[in-house]
């Protein structure tokens, strides 16, 4: 079993920043991948970036990739997510995933879930 627990969600004003992380424990070796995802009541999860552990090889949706850097602390079970000029729809949860598979991750149907981060964007 591996436990995710995200951190740094807030509330900032349009055009800003934040930093999420994630705090992976348990069995983290077993992991091959770690993404972002996020979510808004009424609407699908949306992936938004994943990191595979290994390689370091990140993928973005397209509509974030110039704005969100995903990384992995090095020697540590930590991903983070850098959201740079957010928008009022950034605002959603934002869920940390991991997937010891990798065609899981590119697919988004990873295995554990952290419970989110409530991310607000003010316009």
């Known amino acids: 079993q591996v436990e995710l627990v995200e951190s740094g969600g807030g509330s900032v004003q349009a055009g800003g920043s934040l930093r999420l992380s994630c705090a992976a424990s348990?069995?983290?070796?077993?992991?091959?991948?770690m993404g972002w995802f996020r979510q808004v009541p009424g609407k699908e999860r949306e992936k938004v970036a994943t990191?595979?552990?290994?390689?370091?090889?990140?993928a973005y949706s397209d509509s974030m990739k110039d704005r969100f850097t995903i990384s992995q602390d090095n020697g540590k079970n930590t991903v983070s997510l850098q959201m740079n000029s957010l928008k009022p729809e950034d605002t959603a949860m934002y869920y940390c995933?991991?997937?010891?598979?990798?065609?899981?991750?590119?697919?988004?149907?990873?295995?554990?879930w952290g419970k989110g981060t409530l991310v607000t964007i003010s316009s």
């Open positions: 995933a991991a997937a010891s598979i990798g065609h899981r991750c590119a697919s988004g149907a990873m295995e554990y």
């Open positions: 348990g069995e983290f070796y077993r992991t091959v991948c």
């Open positions: 990191i595979y552990t290994g390689s370091r090889t990140t």
